[in-house]
């Protein structure tokens, strides 16, 4: 397996809040609406459009990780597992709503937003803490003759550990660690990119061990 790429990482992480905020809309509205009318016979085709639409997404989201993880496309590969929406009778309505892996796509959809949040906060905030501490000598430049403020006078951070240090030297100490960290940048996305493919995988990998001859969902041409 070919070294993952932390830029695709920084991205995939950036795209897995939008994702998880409309999956997870879908899958509530969904059933929210379904469930209730269930005892109406009317509610049924509105909740296997619901599981339709979460299998999907999970689907294109197993998709985007397999790609960034360049696995072999002939192990479980989700290209291979495009679903459509087909009506085949109540019967396979039934067969569909009967089988446990129908509900992995509403687990994704509701796991997907929390998951989010922490992907999307982490690839923002560890890519500008990085930079922002590496450019703290020309923070403290900017800061000092254009504001006559010390950013680095206060006794709290560097003040302590390096008293004997001019602020001017303490911001240098700090743009040496901002270096180090965006250095350790890539490695960081990589390993949350990781920890996020195989949620993705785990979640979605129930879908590939289950097979079932009657389907309300089949494969598209």
């Known amino acids: ?38 005892i109406l016979w009317v509610g049924l085709p509105m909740l296997a459009v619901t599981f339709t639409a979460c299998s ?52 994704y959809s509701l796991m997907q937003l929390p998951l989010g949040i922490v992907g999307f906060t982490l690839a923002i905030v560890l890519p500008v803490t990085a930079y922002s501490v590496m450019l703290s000598p020309l923070a403290y430049k900017v800061s000092s003759e254009l504001f006559a403020f010390d950013l680095f006078e206060s006794d709290w951070g560097l003040h302590p550990l390096f008293p004997e240090m001019t602020s001017y ?9 901002g270096l180090v960290l965006v250095f350790v940048l890539p490695f960081l996305l990589r390993k949350i990119g990781l920890l996020y493919a195989s949620f993705i995988q785990a979640i979605a990998a129930y879908d590939y061990n289950t097979n079932s001859e009657h389907s309300f969902i089949s494969k598209g041409a």
């Open 1 to 38: 397996m070919k070294k993952q790429s932390a830029v695709k990482a920084w991205a995939m992480l950036l795209m897995s809040l939008p994702k998880g905020i409309m999956a997870f809309v879908i899958a509530v509205v969904g059933l929210s609406v379904s469930l209730p009318l269930v």
């Open 56 to 107: 999907r997404l999970m689907n294109n989201e197993q998709q985007v990780v397999e790609a960034w993880l360049q696995e072999d496309s002939q192990k479980h590969s989700a290209a291979d597992k495009q679903i459509s929406l087909h009506w085949n009778g109540w019967r396979s309505l039934w067969s569909l709503l009967g089988q446990g892996r129908t509900y992995m796509g509403i687990l």
């Open 169 to 177: 030297e303490r911001s240098w100490v700090a743009g040496v660690v």
